[in-house]
């Protein structure tokens, strides 16, 4: 029986099929960077201040700042309050003039704000003064959005395929990404939020896997990460699309609408060949092996995809397989607590990383730019070192660099800008790394199960990590010490996992074949191209 590694060895590791695939598979992570930030240049702050347009009724000649001065009370700073103003009285505009007006209480009608500024998400909906936590809340129910696509679609690719769910998700950010710019309230907003929130998850762990599942043994990092690059230049393009459209509604039209670009993805994204295989599927798998095959200009043995059949104790795999199996348990935990922990201190520096002494779209083009090379160099390290070292050393250097921003002086802020963008070039790294080690660990029939279940609590560190920011009231460096220290602490634990650097990728759940077991289904492979060579020579004999 034919090892599958061995038909992808045939066929091409990395050929031209294979490349365009990563393309095909790298366009949706462009446009996702905008669903995951675009919000932030939606909401900028703005001069605002109480709707006192009542005084109007008894002195409709007054002037925009005598209107002003009447109604609203000053700060310490001499600048007008923007969250309170004086209550409205029925008095005559002479007597208000003559005693003025004392009690103060909240905006009763509303804010007024600069009539030059276009709509944002800010002004339309009134996210300012107490209803500021709506705002906060949105992006929350977003988080909550991951985390649940992360679950829902990492299971119901291993039960219906790559293909279907990639196509499912496209098509939901797509449509609820677009709806986003016609709602009516707020709270629809932030419900539509949450289902774009699940698509953007399953896009982003179902790529991982269907990239991976292509490709020979050593490019499977390749195949990650250079679909993956797309993501910073897509974060970089949302600094100038931001820039450029401050109209929100417009702006969530343009980031949204180009996903329906991609439809013609149901005509040309191939399903996994190998996870077709473990389904027993193995007629739909040869033709997408030979149509590989004919891509690369390559030419597989009819014998060799004849030997191509699914494993005896191969079997559908559930979520519950990941914790019953000892192995499997064992990485499992482990991964799950470094997604964990690689999304805790990504956020952690992400929404620390202030002293920079730029507007915010300069920011997040820098941003974008720090994530670039992360991604890039990846690719290099870990082929040379192999995946446990550079998972563990990259997590415990951006754990390094948050312990080592605790002692340095507020006074400082060029070596805290330095130290926390090496801090976020690093979580990035790690970050990154974790993708392509958790799809080579995980077996075909739970890898999206168990791509699913770490994205989830890369999500609830990603919930977490804004609620330790605040306790810096207590001591400056109490968030950058939890920050720093639980990366620390797990990079310690990725000692205990298995080297996956140059090996198959396990189909089953079992613990794998046995080197003699390797050996003999390498030898198929060996034996066809063999008999290719003894056919070619008895040709050449024989036209001699």
Known sequence: MADFGDVISALGEFGLYQQLLILLLSLPLLLNPFQMVGQVFMVLDVPHHCDTSWIRAVGPNLTQEEQLNLTLPRDADGEYEQCSMYSPVD???????????????????GWVYPSAE???????????????????????????????GAMFFGVLSDRIGRRPVILICMLLQGMFGLGTAFVPHFYVYMAIRFVVGAAVSGIMIT?????????GVSFRPQSVLI?????????????????GIRNWRLLEIVGSAPMFLLFFYIWVLPESARWLVTKGRIEEAKKLLQKAAATNKRSLPEGLLEQLKPEKQTKSGSLLDLFRKKHLRKVTLIMSCTWFADSFVYYGLSLNVTGFGLDIYMTQLAFGAVEFPGRVCLIFLLEWFGRKKVQA????????????????????PVAITVLAIIGKFTATTAFAASYVYTAELFPTVVRQSGMGLCSTMARVAGILAPLIIPLDQYHRAIPMAVFGSIPLLVSLSCIMLPETRGV??????????????????????????????REDEADLEKNN
């Open 91 to 109: 008095w005559d505009l002479d007597s208000i003039v003559a005693h003025g007006l004392n009690a103060t209480q909240k905006c009763s009608s």
């Open 118 to 148: 276009p709509p944002s998400l800010l002004t339309e909906f009134d996210l300012v003064c107490e209803r500021t936590i709506l705002n906060d809340i949105s992006q929350s129910i977003y988080m909550a959005g991951l985390l649940i």
């Open 207 to 215: 790529v991982v896997a269907l990239g991976t599942e292509w490709v």
């Open 227 to 243: 679909a993956q690059a797309a993501y910073p230049i897509g974060m970089m393009m949302v600094a100038g699309l931001s820039y």
């Open 393 to 412: 050393i990259f997590l415990m250097l951006s754990g390094l660099m948050c312990l080592i921003l605790t002692g340095i002086p507020e006074d400082q």
């Open 504 to 533: 198959s990728l396990p189909d089953d759940t079992g613990k794998g074949k046995t080197p003699a077991e390797k050996e003999k289904t390498g030898e198929v492979l060996r034996e066809f191209s063999k008999s290719d060579t």
